[in-house]
């Protein structure tokens, strides 16, 4: 795991503009990923999303659970970065990011860097949904099939009609229904849900602002980040030249075959 994603715990706290969130309703879905080009192998990260008829916010479990922690007071700070990194390195997701949605326009919340600072972009994607008649049951609901091409992929999803919030996992939503379950036709990218239940209107305080840029300039300091090989807690003292060059390789072929689930940004 990146140092990186270990420091965006010790900024996301600090005095960034809040609102909250009044969840009536909560999802969580699991993910499947397949996170390179060049293998099979398949990562896990599971995410909760907090809604209610206009509104949502997504993050990771991971996330969730020490936001959890640290406000029943179970989860704190001492003041030893030894000490915070290790307790807090179990909390630190391979996807970090957080999305705010509300009528249809999302912000996309993530520091790449996690230097000095948390970044934002807006974004409203168009979802030309086409509505099918198949059905599936997905965690013992009925769910009605659709299918969209977006980001270089065409995704499949099963939505449920009898649960009408118009959201779904990372940035996907505008069906007439929850969605349950949503994956790409190659199946390298796929959420299900695996929980839903009612919230007794928990207002849930996220840190919404941050420095807002573009989303081209968000995705160049995210490639930038991954292939920072100084931001990698690696010792190169201990490395002759060889196996330093031949380590910093594979890091570049490394984020050169990186499955970006949005394949054309």
Sequence with gaps: MKPHFLLFFFIQNFAFSQTSILAKYEARYELNY???K???FKLKNTF???MNEK?????NMSHYVMDSLEKAGKLKKTGNMQTDIANYAKYAPELPYKIYTQNGTLKYLDSPNSRDQLFEYSESPK???VITRETKKISGVDCIKATTHMWGRKWLAYYSPKHPLPFGPYKFGGLPGLIFMIYDEADEYNFKLYRYSKR???NYTI???AKTISKKEYNTLKTKADADIDNMGIDFSKMDLKSKNQLIKTIQNNVKNKNHLEINE
Excluded at 55 to 59: M, Y
């Design 38 to 40: 060049q293998s099979d």
């Design 200 to 202: 007794n209107n928990l």
């Design 34 to 36: 397949k996170p390179s």
């Design 48 to 50: 909760i999303l907090l």
């Design 207 to 209: 840190n919404i602002d």
């Design 127 to 129: 979802f030309n949904w």
């Design 55 to 59: 509104e949502s916010f997504l993050q």
